[in-house]
């Protein structure tokens, strides 16, 4: 039972135009919501958090959305760079208290291909 | 900066084989945890520990254990190594309370094949 799901495992943008990266969950529960990014043989590596309480969450050239009514939550990079080039995971967990606290369930990662 | 640490970047080993994989963070976290990511299937976690001999499994333990004597060292255990056990193993750490705002920290993984 997938739930958070990436259902795009690639996309391809050229070098200054803007890339979306979408994810849906579906458990509820989830409170928070993470981006990772990952180049080959490296560990993922922290991008961009959002809470439940917002919508929004910006920082420099990452704006992640979050629609709690969807179960739905997007990454925006703008401009893109070909140093973007990678693979993104986004990640949700839940409150403290619940079943899922502490821990991360990642989606299946989403291949961008930023083209110069 | 936090540091974690997966003691081999690349290992082969046989069926049957009992394999250890070592993880070392440096910065104190409560939180350890042990992921493998497989293409298609993003990062499925197998085990994690909240704390010093604490451990919960994760969504695919069958077929591993996990050892954390100490807080900075969590060991990923195969018993028996198979072939559908190859992949990319990561570990990670996090505080308890700042992992939803920082998230964790990962090593930078260790590719596993098993012949």
């Known amino acids: 039972d997938q739930q958070v799901k990436q259902n795009s495992p690639s996309l391809s943008v050229q070098e200054g135009r803007i890339s979306i990266l979408n994810c849906d969950y579906t458990n509820s529960m989830f409170d928070y919501f993470l981006w990772y990014k990952k180049y080959p043989a490296e560990g993922p590596t922290f991008l961009i958090s959002i809470s439940s309480i917002k919508d929004k969450n910006e920082d420099g050239r990452f704006t992640v959305f979050l629609n709690k009514s969807a179960k739905h939550l997007s990454l925006h990079i703008v401009p893109s760079q070909p140093g973007d080039s990678a693979v993104y995971f986004c990640a949700a967990s839940a409150k403290p208290g619940s079943s899922n606290t502490g821990k991360l369930i990642f989606g299946q990662g989403t291949t961008l291909q930023v083209k110069p | 900066d936090v540091k974690v640490t997966q003691s081999s970047r690349y290992l082969v080993k046989r069926t049957g084989e009992k394999v250890f994989l070592e993880c070392v963070q440096d910065m104190d976290h409560e939180n350890m945890f042990w992921y493998r990511q497989d293409p298609g299937l993003g990062l499925r976690l197998i085990y994690f520990s909240y704390d010093v001999k604490m451990k919960e499994k994760g969504d695919i333990p069958e077929g591993y254990s996990v050892s954390r004597e100490k807080k900075e060292r969590f060991s990923l255990i195969l018993e028996s190594a198979s072939t559908n056990q190859t992949s990319m193993y990561l570990c990670?750490?996090?505080?308890?309370?700042?992992?939803?705002?920082?998230?964790?920290?990962f090593g930078s993984g260790t590719r596993l094949t098993v012949v």
């Open positions: 990670a750490s996090s505080l308890l309370w700042d992992m939803w705002v920082y998230g964790y920290t």
